[in-house]
Each structure stands twice: as structure tokens, then as C-alpha cells.
């Protein structure tokens, strides 16, 4: 019975800690997304740059 009852006391620190990376996840990911997009975004402007001219 000990044994059945350490299983379910790791198998709820599992549950929580994984509603709390999701939590931490859903909160942040909009600044995350923007941040990545707009690192897209120069980057994509700046290879166009270089294309339209090369030499400077």
C-alpha cells in the first residue's frame, strides 16, 4: 500500500508541474511569438536589402 501511495503522489507532482510549464506557456506566448516574428521580419528585410543591392 506504501508503494501505490508514492506512484500517486508522483504521478500528481507530474499533473501539476506540467499544468504549470503549460500555464507559464500559455501566459508568455504571445511576447514569445511576437519576438520571434519580428526577428523573421528583419531578417527577411534585410536579405532583400542584400538582393536588391549587392554590392553596397
Given at each position: 500500500?506504501?508503494?501505490?501511495?508514492?506512484?500517486l503522489?508522483?504521478t500528481?507532482?507530474t499533473i501539476?508541474?506540467?499544468g504549470?510549464?503549460?500555464a507559464?506557456?500559455a501566459?508568455?506566448?504571445?511576447?514569445?511569438?511576437?519576438s520571434?516574428?519580428?526577428?523573421?521580419?528583419?531578417?527577411?528585410?534585410s536579405?532583400?536589402e542584400?538582393?536588391?543591392?549587392?554590392?553596397?
Amino acid at each position: 500500500m506504501k508503494e501505490a501511495t508514492g506512484e500517486l503522489n508522483m504521478t500528481v507532482v507530474t499533473i501539476v508541474l506540467i499544468g504549470v510549464i503549460a500555464a507559464f506557456f500559455a501566459f508568455f506566448w504571445p511576447t514569445i511569438r511576437d519576438s520571434i516574428q519580428d526577428t523573421w521580419n528583419k531578417n527577411a528585410e534585410s536579405q532583400s536589402e542584400i538582393q536588391s543591392n549587392p554590392l553596397g
